[in-house]
């Protein structure tokens, strides 16, 4: 629980800081008229955008499961995920158009000190948030947290190649630079929503968890199950931060079913013990079912 309400207050923190940054951006912007600072301030309101369907994707993510959605509200978390790449790219293709108008009509922009003042208060409030994301999300298993503080790093990098590039323009006179800066942030945040989105499909699409975990899982079945014959069928799948695990376990035909139910409440007890936030189905079978594989106890 103490995670829980600290994922959410980390959630609408976020979007606090997504505002605050994205008024220093467009100040800066306004400030300079600089296309790569245009493109740097669409892509902070991609930023309150994604911060707050995070939120709302967390809180949904918390809910129970219920008689509509049995095994819970979890991969609300990865369709989150996934509104985050898909307006990242959005963005991208915004700023592209904008950079190409830059360079056909090209400007030298104003202000130079002004805005990038500005835009270095930003980069330093958007690097030391996103580290506080990413180290949360990982620690909570929150895609949604985790991708968020990604994209924020991502933004980081963009601004201070932004700020350098505009040095660059200042020093030499060449207003083409200002479009060539934006097209380049354009890139290299396409790439990011790229990763985004490839991540938060593999977890749609019920993705096995990690294989250091699936060799514990095997590890803690194989270690517990005295007096069955074997385990097999052991199937993983991740939602959010929920992990369930299912597999068949085969026992002697003799065996009572209250023999059999203590293997499978010792297995379940080590399972929660070693696995957080695990949901755990076992299927028991008579040994004429046994396939000879998986996990041989006997």
Not at 1 to 10: F, G, Y
Not at 155 to 183: E, H, K, N, P, R
Request: a negative charge.
């Amino acid at each position: 629980m103490a995670i829980t309400n600290k994922t959410l207050a980390i959630s609408a923190t976020s979007l606090l800081v997504g505002l605050i940054v994205l008024g220093l951006k467009a100040l800066a912007w306004w400030l300079t008229g600089s296309v790569a600072l245009y493109s740097d301030a669409l892509e902070s309101i991609v930023n309150v955008v994604t911060a707050l369907a995070a939120l709302i994707a967390v809180r949904l993510a918390q809910r129970p499961a219920d008689a509509a959605l049995p095994y819970g509200y979890h991969k609300a978390e990865y369709f989150s995920a996934v509104m985050v790449g898909v307006m990242i790219i959005v963005a991208a293709i915004l700023i592209l158009r904008e950079a190409f108008y830059g360079f056909m009509e090209p400007t030298m922009p104003d202000a130079p000190v002004q805005g990038l003042a500005l835009s270095a208060v930003a980069t330093i409030i958007n690097a030391v948030w996103a580290q506080v994301l990413i180290r949360h999300g990982r620690k909570a298993r929150s895609p949604a947290i985790e991708a968020d503080g990604k994209h924020l790093m991502t933004d980081v990098i963009s601004t201070i190649g932004v700020v350098v590039g505009l040095v660059l323009v200042y020093l030499t006179g060449i207003a083409q630079l200002d479009s060539v800066l934006a097209a380049l942030v354009a890139l290299n945040i396409l790439w990011s929503g790229w990763r985004v989105t490839r991540a938060s499909v593999g977890g749609l699409m019920d993705v096995a968890v990690p294989i250091d975990t699936q060799k514990t899982i095997r590890e803690v079945i194989a270690g517990n199950a005295d007096g069955a014959i074997e385990a097999h069928d052991i199937r993983t799948r991740q939602a959010g931060k929920m992990i369930f695990i299912d597999f068949h376990l085969v026992v002697p035909g003799t065996m009572s079913v209250d023999a059999a139910h203590e293997i499978c409440d010792r297995i379940e007890a080590k399972l929660r013990e070693t696995v957080e936030d695990v949901q755990i189905t076992i299927h028991v079978e008579p040994e004429e079912k046994a396939k000879h594989s998986g996990i041989v106890v006997l």
